[in-house]
């Protein structure tokens, strides 16, 4: 022991008095100097996070959001536990249709938006508005490229079709290949229209869109590749725009129970044997072989991992807690080129396969479930059909449950498609007096959907239950659609995003091969803007006035029930626009770079 101790410890009680004050009066110094300390830090905190907000905030469709946590200990924002983030401004999503041109689509969103942050930030563009530029052109310009001999290493990829002539296949980092070209190659929509159902990548008015000064210059200033969950979270994060995102497809695998024995009959080669660890009734099953992705937008994995293709999208944000329908949790948020609803992949529309999507405040949890259905309503998917039985299992009683005003006005009040009707002849009756109505949905088997409908016939009145047999839910789409009179479409403006667990990420890094996310960062020239025309007499800006589009805002929602006047009109609205251009919509090819 020191001298000071041990004289403290032997010293009169008087000393020990006054020993006693001091310490006392030392403690309350540290206690009032922690105090001030976890003050400024909680001070210096909030102005941390309010730097933030600050740099991301907008007031346009809440499109950027940012969740975070103050760690406990510190006091300090810890980027690691931002458990959302979204991206402002993503302009709407374009269709690829039935072309292989998703790298096209995933290459030009970087742009677009890179534009549009650009004119938003110096006061070039109204908040709603944004350019649309071409994806036909820029094929174009690709194709000429890869047709020179010494760019055949550049172009020529596994699986790709680019460098053989044919737009159906490229990748995304061509853009960095041959940046000084397309920095001044890149033109407005209109210069060239996307062609949809052919192959054909011309572009009639490239040649003056060039000669005559095209204000669409750029430089690009960082490329980047990624690989990396954190990685990519943080980039997201830090650059705050948008990145092309690259990964192979998969195909999922479920087991069908067969009871027909002239189709699969026990101990011959027509018989799949069913696994043992789920009750499927018979010996025998059938395989069922289905896309990644469901009608929600969701993508998963279910059986082995066998790849299917690539595609490239775009990732906007994501969502550490959101849950999927298969069970994982967490993942991004991305921008696809798919249509929505009950798509073809022939020019005949003889080949069918049910999509559906979300908008990104639907992924990122701010609104409800009745919320999204006013802007993403997914009428086709069988999950959003109203279930009108009342509880009843006899048909006699669940007609008057399901034929009444009273369905008809409760299903309208949730945006779930009510009346159905037949389009498989081998499962139900085709034809106008018949109608079919959802009654209830159970899980058995290989995680598959048992649903029951009651067939209701308009001139007997009369009606009996059915129930198909069990499959991937999605697929009672193809046995049942909604009537015209019912359907809605999603908003082109505000749906188009799919969700992509890290989950399923993580398996398809470490068993397949193809995935990776670009980051472009890319600066425009002030003359790319159609309100700086006056500075650049020698660039044409007819094709940039015209190619300028303005995208609808994201409703404001304040309770989970959306029954106000203004979103009534929405709904009506979209209605109305779903029953014009019913006729003339056809969708594209299931995946492709």
Known sequence: MNGLGEGLLNSAPQKKRTIASLLTVLGIV???????????????????????????????????????????????????????????????????????????????????????????????????????????????????????????????????????GSANGGEVPLLYYFRDVYKTHIVPWEVCPYIRYTDDSSCTNLEEALATGNPITFEMTQFTSLYDIPTIKQQLREKGHVMSWSVPLHSTYYYRPCFDEEVCKPGTDTCTPCPLDKNFGTP?????????????????????????????????????????????????????????????????????????????????????EMDERVICPNAHNPRNWYACSGGETDAAKIIPHCVSDRAAHTARLARQPLELK???????????????????????????????????????????????????????????????????ANNDDLC????????????????????????????????????????????????????????????????PYPNDIALERLWKHALDHHRRTLRHRRPSRSWSR
């Open 284 to 368: 025998c099953c059938t395989v069922e072989t289905r896309p990644c992705y469901n009608m929600e937008g969701e993508y998963f994995q279910h059986g082995q991992l066998v790849i299917e293709g690539g595609h490239a999208m775009t990732i906007v944000g994501y969502n550490d807690d959101f849950m999927v329908k298969s069970g994982s949790k967490g993942g991004f948020i991305l921008r696809n080129s798919w249509e929505d609803g009950m798509v073809s992949f022939d020019e005949f529309g003889t080949s069918l396969r049910p999509r559906g999507s979300h908008s990104i405040a639907y992924w990122m949890k701010e609104i409800s």
């Open 30 to 164: 540290c206690l009032v100097g922690t105090m001030i300390a976890t003050l400024a830090v909680t001070v210096q905190t909030r102005d941390d996070v309010n730097s933030i907000r600050s740099t991301t905030d907008t007031t346009f469709d809440k499109m950027d959001r940012v969740s975070m946590r103050v760690d406990e200990m510190g006091g300090q924002v810890d980027q690691l536990s931002i458990r959302k983030y979204a991206v402002p401004y993503v302009p709407p999503r374009k269709i690829q249709w039935w072309r292989g041109t998703c790298w096209d689509f995933g290459t030009l969103s970087v742009v677009e938006h890179q534009y549009r942050l650009q004119g938003l930030a110096n006061g070039w563009l109204k908040e709603n508005e944004f350019l649309k530029i071409s994806e036909q052109a820029y094929a174009n310009t690709t194709l000429e490229l890869c047709k020179d001999p010494k760019n055949k290493d550049l172009c020529d990829m596994p699986g790709d079709q680019v460098a053989w």
């Open 496 to 559: 188009g995003f799919y969700f992509f667990p890290y989950e399923l990420l993580e398996h398809a890094i470490s068993r397949l091969t193809g995935f990776f996310v670009n980051d472009f960062e890319i600066e425009f020239d002030e003359c790319a803007y159609l309100h700086n025309k006056d500075k650049c007499p020698d660039k044409n800006y007819k094709w940039v006035e015209s190619s300028m589009r303005e995208q609808q805002a994201m409703p404001k929602f304040a309770t």
């Open 422 to 488: 037949c389009i498989d002849a081998d499962e139900c009756i085709i034809g106008a007096d018949t109608s079919y109505y959802a009654l209830n949905t159970t899980t058995i088997g290989d995680d598959l959907g048992h649903m029951c409908f009651l067939e209701y016939n308009k001139s007997t009145e009369a009606g009996r239950t059915l129930c198909p047999s069990a499959r991937p839910i999605d697929l009672y789409s193809m046995i049942f659609n909604v009537t015209e009179e019912e359907e809605v």
